[in-house]
């Protein structure tokens, strides 16, 4: 789905996604986006991100809040360090500056696409899942292999935010503000302190490790070392 208001450059991103092989529809209005993404069925988002109607950060923010995990390619014509944050804060997947090439936007859909499959699987519209590991939204129940892991409510918050992530690193900043809604980091170490509590229940005693450490300060949840 191209969400994109200007009709020039959402005309040319259509064509230019079809000579590249891949199907594609516009909507040109950011309210009318999310419903369309909501309802599901397409592969991939690129997602413009001043918009009439609903901006592109507060879609994805919403979808991603419901669980969806299409994935979002964020485009925009500023561009700056800051925005790209922000597109990637609150749930995109990539982040094109305007202008780009129409290749370059499908090379990376491809990759979108790729990255997707390893995304949590929805097992139903309250599950998230990775491997043996599941979470129940609704009961804010985890468990392991079918045996129930005994987690705290901000310990399952930690959890289904690592696993709307799956695949992707989170860095102390993300996780200070989805979990605990720090917007500044105060220096503590309450996010170490918290992912080896999480770690200890989730992965000790079993072979396959899901929690991993990356950098020595940022964190990713996934089958395997990353
Ligand atoms: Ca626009």
Request: net charge negative; glycine share 10%.
């Amino acid at each position: 789905l191209i969400v994109e208001d200007e009709k020039r450059m959402a005309s040319l991103l259509l064509d230019g996604l079809r000579d590249q092989g891949l199907a594609a529809e516009v909507c040109g209005r950011g309210d009318e986006a999310l419903e369309l993404l909501r309802m599901g069925g397409f592969d991939a988002a690129v997602l413009d991100i001043m918009l009439p109607g609903r901006d592109g950060i507060s879609i994805t923010k919403e979808l991603r809040a419901w669980g969806n995990q299409v994935p979002i390619l964020m485009v925009s014509a500023l561009g700056s360090v800051d925005e790209r944050v922000a597109g990637i804060e609150a749930g995109a997947d990539d982040y094109l500056a305007k202008p780009f090439s129409v290749k370059e936007l499908a090379a990376r859909l491809k990759a979108l696409g790729r990255r997707s499959l390893k995304m949590p699987q929805q097992t139903g519209e309250h599950m998230l899942s990775l491997a043996d590991l599941t979470l129940d939204l609704h009961r804010r129940e985890a468990r392991r292999g079918g045996e129930r892991l005994n987690l705290s409510a901000r310990e399952t918050l930690l959890l289904e935010v690592l696993l709307r992530h799956t695949g992707h690193i989170c860095g102390r900043r993300l996780l200070l503000e989805e979990v605990w809604e720090y917007h500044f980091d105060q220096g503590s170490n309450l996010v170490d302190v918290f992912i080896r509590r999480l770690r200890q229940k989730l992965d000790i005693g079993h072979e396959l490790k899901l929690l991993h450490t990356v950098r020595g300060a940022d964190y990713v949840l996934q089958e395997g070392a990353p």
